[in-house]
């Protein structure tokens, strides 16, 4: 047989020893310690993205939670302000119907009294006028009741006028 | 970096020499490429830088070990030593004359007698050397996890990680599913041994590990263990039972079974053959490449061959990661097919789906 595909005795007998010595102590010494090593590499990569990860979202969270508290106060703010203005408006709008029904009131009050004095004095100016026609009637029947003669011219008149038919 | 190609092909070529002068006056690349890809009791680095390697050899009842230059004498010529003598890179026991003593085998025919050879060979001295490279650099890269824990990789280790991730990712977790990580150790044993030792093998002087098939077979025989060991139920079910059969295909006539049970031979074979095949063919191929110049005894064919073998050499360190990666892949195929939890209504991607429904109605 040809040399090249016969093989050795003593090589085989040597790669047996050899091969599975390299193969022990690699394993115990080099491949199990390499292979946890990027084992545990390879965890703490991974754990350390998704922390990242986790920090983002909670940062957007935080974010969010900021703007959102913002909006609040800035509602808030908005809400006050608008509160205030009503109430200042309120006030004000109060306070002039107040004085305007004040005053309204006050002229009514002055017309009122304005119109009693007016009544009044027209009472008064009538009692005074009745007084006066009845003086004057008084003196003017009294003089012409002095005058026969006038009298009865007049009453001839009105007897004519009067025309018994 | 140019210096250092320069060094490597002149180093190549003259190991190349080196063999020629060691075979004698007539080069046959034939010869040399064998001796180059095949095993060795030295380790020859370059024309008179020959480092000898401890021979180990076990038998009748006692073991000897001396180093591989006790065969040579003073003028580079073998001779016997203890007993033993070195013929056609194996060893025998020898015969008062110094020739390799015949026996008769079991069935009459006459061969020589051999000890039991342990030698710590070229590939072997090759392997230790890979081995002491996959420590360095695998417990240093541990150590730098562990100091620097929780950190980005530096240096080395990020060199590897990405490598060791896309085992894991890639190859481990898309083939295997969620019980992919008992299979990562070996996994990442097998990808990085045969990837260091096609590397290793790249070197000018370089042994021919991944590439012998001693290695692959082991190799190919780990991840066949594996599968059979870590086969659930309908994996066995998958072989002895297969799904969307008719009946007598598996118990009238038992083929199906038998296909799929040589199935689970085949598979390793096929991963033995792949990875022995495609690393010695490279290796053939740049020696030739290299013969060429010897056998047209021209200097003007050297910077043709030399061209030729550089785009090999780096074709050939593409397939060193290659091979490494399918072996890998496959491997983790066969254990997916293994530990998958299959559910019998569906067809299991076989194309078979109108049968199965048949076969449950």
Known sequence: MNPLVTPGIGLLFWQVVTFLLVLF???????????????????????????????KLEMQS????????????????????????????????????????????????????IENEKKAALTEVKNLAATLSIDIAEKLIKRELQDEQAQRALVQSYLQEANLG | MKKILVFLFALFTFSAQAAESAEGEK???????????????????????????????????KLDVFMSSNFYDEHHQLKPYKGYVMEHGHI????????????????????????????????????????????????????????????????????????????????????IGPKYERFMPYLLTIFFFIWFNNLLGLIPG?????????????????????????????????IFNTPGVPWWLKWGIPIMPLVEVIGIFTKPFSLMVRLFANITAGHIIILSLFS??????????????????????????????LQAYIFTLLSAMYFGGAVEEHDHHDDMGHGDAPYAVDAHH
């Open chain 2, 27 to 61: 080069f046959s690349p034939g010869d040399m490429i064998m001796h180059h890809v095949g095993d060795d009791y030295t380790w020859h680095f370059a024309d008179g830088v020959v480092l000898p390697l401890p021979v180990i050899l076990y038998g009748e009842g």
């Open chain 2, 206 to 238: 370089g042994a021919n590990l991944t590439g012998n098939i001693a290695v692959t077979l082991v190799l190919a025989l780990m991840t066949l263990l594996i599968t059979v060991f870590s086969g659930n139920k309908s994996y066995w079910g998958h």
């Open chain 2, 92 to 175: 025998y026991y020898a015969n008062e004359e110094g020739e390799p003593k015949v026996v008769e085998g079991e069935n009459g025919e006459e061969k020589h007698a051999a000890p039991l050879d342990l030698s710590i060979t070229k590939n072997v001295a090759s392997m230790f050397v890979s081995v002491l490279l996959l420590f360095l650099v695998f417990f240093s890269i541990a150590g730098a996890y562990k100091k620097r824990r929780g950190q980005g990789p530096r240096g080395v280790q990020s060199f590897f990680e990405p490598i060791i991730i896309f085992i894991r990712d890639e190859i481990a977790k898309t083939n």
């Open chain 1, 25 to 55: 102590l690699l394993s115990k010494f080099a491949w199990k310690p390499i292979m946890a090593a990027l084992r545990e590499r390879e965890a703490n990569i991974d754990h350390a993205l998704s922390m990242a990860e986790k920090a």
């Open chain 2, 292 to 321: 060429l110049i010897f056998i047209f005894e021209s200097v003007a064919i050297g910077p043709v061959s030399v061209a030729f073998a550089t785009f090999m050499n780096f074709l050939e360190l593409f397939v060193a990661l």
């Open chain 1, 62 to 113: 935080l974010k969010a939670d900021n703007e959102r508290l913002l909006n609040e106060a800035r509602a808030e703010r908005e809400r006050i302000l608008k509160e205030a203005t009503e109430a200042a408006n309120h006030l004000v709008e109060g306070a002039r119907a107040k004085a305007n029904e004040e005053g309204q009131r006050m002229i009514e009050n002055a017309r009122l009294s």
